[in-house]
């Protein structure tokens, strides 16, 4: 994906189905194209972004998987809709692991969101335990609402639970207020005391003051 992605959409334009601005086929909250009955799903298919409400096509499995649940729940004849999406990702390089949900900085500022950032340094364990690793969490927050709208985390293990708390966070709306006194856990083998997510949170209260 680094390189670029684009699906052949060929099968879809002979039939006269239109293709969006992406240049994947457009589709409703149904997964349904512009012709009656016939769906879309996974990399030709363009959905909505959860936060700038814009069309994307995310091309990750994540999607296509409930994507075609959702296209699949219409067909059997049960109304279901596909809400729009984060484009949450993962990856891992050598020994390092980074995520993203939302959006980031630089596409807050191209679709003209108000921001406020907060980046903070931590561990996946207890400091002083031997085989803590380091992490480090962005979060993108709305300045006018306090809404989460974005998070990046980089670091040496405990990346993709982290990014999906956060991921669920922003589909249920939760301000970096209500973040900032999430009831965490904590066992120093396992994790800080301050949960990495919420010590971002309190910072970016700190920069909203
Ligand atoms: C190297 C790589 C790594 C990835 N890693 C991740 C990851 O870690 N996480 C993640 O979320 N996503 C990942 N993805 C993306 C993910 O694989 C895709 O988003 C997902 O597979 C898309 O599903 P799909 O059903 O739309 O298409 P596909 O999985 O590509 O399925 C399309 C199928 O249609 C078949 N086909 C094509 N043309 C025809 C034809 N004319 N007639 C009949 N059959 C045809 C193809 O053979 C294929 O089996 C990765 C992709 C790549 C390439």
Redesign the pocket.
């Known amino acids: 994906?680094a390189f670029g992605?684009r699906?052949?959409t060929q099968?879809a334009v002979d039939a006269g189905i239109p293709i969006g601005e992406t240049r994947a086929i457009k589709t409703n909250a149904y997964m349904e194209t512009a012709i009656a009955d016939v769906y879309a799903?996974?990399?030709?298919?363009e959905t909505t972004h959860f936060i700038t409400h814009k069309p994307i096509c995310p091309?990750?499995?994540?999607?296509?998987v409930r994507q075609?649940k959702t296209a699949g729940t219409n067909i059997g004849g049960v109304n279901s809709q596909f809400t729009g999406v984060l484009a949450s990702?993962?990856?891992k390089l050598f020994d390092i692991e980074a995520g993203s949900t939302g959006i980031s900085e630089t596409v807050a500022v191209k679709n003209q969101i108000g921001i406020v950032v907060s980046t903070v340094n931590s561990k996946t364990k207890a400091g002083y335990y031997p085989s803590a690793k380091p992490l480090r969490i962005k979060l993108v927050v709305k300045k006018e609402t306090e809404h989460l709208i974005g998070a990046q985390i980089v670091g040496g293990e405990e990346v993709t639970q982290r990014i999906n708390a956060l991921s669920f966070a922003i589909q249920k709306q939760m301000t970096v207020r209500d973040l900032a006194k999430a009831d965490t856990a904590y066992a120093p083998p396992m994790c800080e005391t301050w949960e990495p997510m919420v010590l971002a949170a309190e910072m970016a209260l700190m920069k909203l003051r």
């Open positions: 994906n992605v699906a052949n099968l799903v996974g990399d030709c298919a091309q990750l499995g994540t999607v296509a075609g990702t993962v990856t």
